[in-house]
């Protein structure tokens, strides 16, 4: 059974040390202190990354997955002591086992800046511990699925029309697998990553490569030879000399072999232009099933360009824009210490400094749509009843998961958050900032806390 929310590269030992040295010096001098009260750690952005409207959240399932399995193993603690932790605090890493309350966004859910992704409710010491691991899982995540989520869009919504062609440009093995992940929940119809689709279930996409013509004496040649070794998916590269001979040859080759021609797929060159002339010989041809595939450095603005002309692709492969997110490639998520309980009353923390204001307490966002469209959101308190869609849900209660979906399910969230957006946020331009505001109870804690 395929599992959308796959345990990552590392062991759960390992995993316990993919976190900055200043948490395990932090969590250190609680554990001397005896601070190991209850907390509140959430994690947001303050600001959108460039290029971007809105965020499409990914990430969660992998995560709560890494945080139920995350434990010090013999080797960790032993690095650690190296490192002058002393045995009392290795002790309490070796009975490390997450226990907090988590109460997320869940996937495929569009958010905004200063809306909390992620809450994390734990004893001091443990919740600090999360911060990278939670960090280094989401932020990564979710740039991916907003990136792809953008191209789903430019492709008329249609994202079964795009593929993830990643991996050979992706930032490692982890990372191809995430992509491939996060382009499915944003909508992409399947990938080129054979270990990720076996993994998550999807659709495995491809055809050939330059190689594979290059490697006969003729054209004709390649393309006779892979019709017949794939008779079922006969779609052919046409771009490794001259695209439209290129065409031709593979509409004589169809004929020759006998064999139905899939489709073509173009890789360089005037795409728009290529693919009207691929599309009259085809059809000319008596091949108006057959369809036309596109890549080669594809992003949004290209694609929606391209199908606002009514360009004749059918399929878009998209790989080095997506997987990089070239164009905005950092999400740059925070995950800050927003509440404590102090003498069994909580107490909301937030920092004052220019340009990093917090703001104090536990925080849940309302969502507010009208005949299905998003209005406004409000950030509120975490005990507030407002107006719309609470959009936190819970998903980890005392170190145990409690959320877990399908991708399909994420899929159809994101497809509905898509649907929902204001028609300007879908649409390439200048765009209008889509409303959020505070709470008056929210408004009123961050007033108390501040002086005079």
Known sequence: MPDANDPGLLTPAEISLLIDRYEITMAA????????EPAVFEHFVRKLPPHRDWLVVCGLGPTLRLISEMRFGPAELGYLGTLGCNDDFLGYLEGFRFSGDIDAM????????DEPFVRVTAPLIDAQLLETLLLNQINFQTMIATKAARVVLAADGKGDSVIDFSPRRDHGVDAAMKVARASAVAGFGGTSNM???????LLPVGTMAHSYVLSFESEEEAFEAFMRENPEN???????YDTLEGVRRAIEASRRTEIPLTGIRIDSGDLAGLAHAAR?????AGFKEAVIVASGDLEEHRIAE????GTPIDLWGVGTELGTSRDSPVVNGVYKLVAELRGGAWRGVAKRSEGKVTLP???????????????????????EEIDGEPLLIPAMREGEIVHAETL???????KRSLGSLPVALRSPGEKPRYPVRHSEALTEAARALTPG
Request: aromatic residues 6%.
């Open 195 to 201: 270990a990720a689709a076996m993994r998550y279930g």
């Open 408 to 414: 399909d399910q994420m899929r159809e969230r994101a």
């Open 234 to 240: 006969a779609l052919l590269l046409v771009d490794t």
């Open 280 to 284: 009259g010989l085809l059809d000319d």
């Open 361 to 383: 307490g536990a925080k849940q966002v309302f969502r507010r749509l009208v005949e299905g469209t998003m209005v406004e959101d409000v950030v509120g308190t975490a005990e």
């Open 106 to 113: 869940p996937e495929g859910t569009i958010a905004f800046p």
């Open 306 to 309: 391209m199908c606002r002309a």
């Open 29 to 36: 001098s609680y554990h001397r202190l005896g601070r190991n």
